[in-house]
T-cell receptor, first 112, second 118 residues
Framework: GQNIDQPTEMTATEGAIVQINCTYQ??????LFWYQQHAGEAPTFLSYNVLDGLEEKGRFSSFLSRSKGYSYLLLKELQMKDSASYLC?????????????FGKGTKLSVIP | EPEVTQTPSHQVTQMGQEVILRCVPI?????FYWYRQILGQKVEFLVSFYNNEISEKSEIFDDQFSVERPDGSNFTLKIRSTKLEDSAMYFCASSERHLINANTGELFFGEGSRLTVL
């Protein structure tokens, strides 16, 4: 089976940096992605890591270590609008098919 | 900008009734998905669909669920006999390529259909 762990909630201050960690266990790993979900809205894509290392995209960066089953999402220069749930997910394959599954999400609250 | 559209945005139904949720994926996308999110819980995979057939489904997707692409644009999720525990937000998503071969894990999600079963 698959298991994804991430903290349930985090709080950070506007303008600061926050790191949201994610650990996973799976077979047939294909990649790890991060999505942002504001309350009552659809998830929106942030990043996708296939290889080890850091991927930077503006204020957001995502890191992956496949050997450790570990990823983090780094948010810099936090803004109030960054208050949302951040979903860590894995794409995995087996027996010729594949699935995408999400963790429970980390609810980030940005405070002034 | 192309987007995935879903209808209805909210549906209230009586337990035991059939419900059809509709989705129009992005026009050049080939892979379609349904996810659901029970209030306060995680986004759960239901089913993926490619080339007019189911390519993968989760244990949630039991015999009361079915999917169909009745024409060139719509992708539907049918729940035959709704139960109280089917109350959730149902998200449709689409992607251009098979994720195993893609450089991006980007699924494009619709705004969701909120189903309330009474």
């Amino acid at each position: 089976g698959q298991n994804i762990d991430q903290p349930t909630e985090m709080t950070a201050t506007e303008g600061a940096i926050v790191q949201i960690n994610c650990t996973y266990q799976t077979s047939g790993f294909n990649g790890l992605f991060w999505y942002q979900q504001h309350a009552g809205e659809a998830p929106t894509f942030l990043s996708y890591n296939v290889l080890d290392g850091l991927e930077e995209k503006g204020r957001f960066s995502s890191f992956l270590s496949r050997s450790k089953g570990y990823s983090y999402l780094l948010l810099k220069e936090l803004q109030m609008k960054d208050s949302a749930s951040y979903l860590c997910g894995i794409a995995y394959s087996g027996a010729g098919s594949y699935q995408l599954t999400f963790g429970k999400g980390t609810k980030l609250s940005v405070i002034p | 900008e192309p987007e995935v559209t879903q209808t209805p945005s909210h549906q209230v139904t009586q337990m035991g009734q059939e419900v059809i949720l509709r989705c129009v994926p992005i026009s050049n996308h080939l892979y379609f998905y349904w996810y659901r999110q029970i209030l306060g819980q995680k986004v759960e995979f239901l089913v993926s669909f490619y080339n007019n057939e189911i390519s993968e489904k989760s244990e949630i997707f039991d015999d009361q669920f079915s999917v169909e692409r009745p024409d060139g644009s719509n992708f539907t999720l049918k729940i035959r006999s709704t139960k109280l525990e089917d109350s959730a937000m149902y998200f449709c998503a689409s992607s251009e390529r098979h994720l195993i071969n893609a450089n991006t894990g980007e699924l494009f999600f619709g705004e969701g259909s909120r189903l309330t079963v009474l």
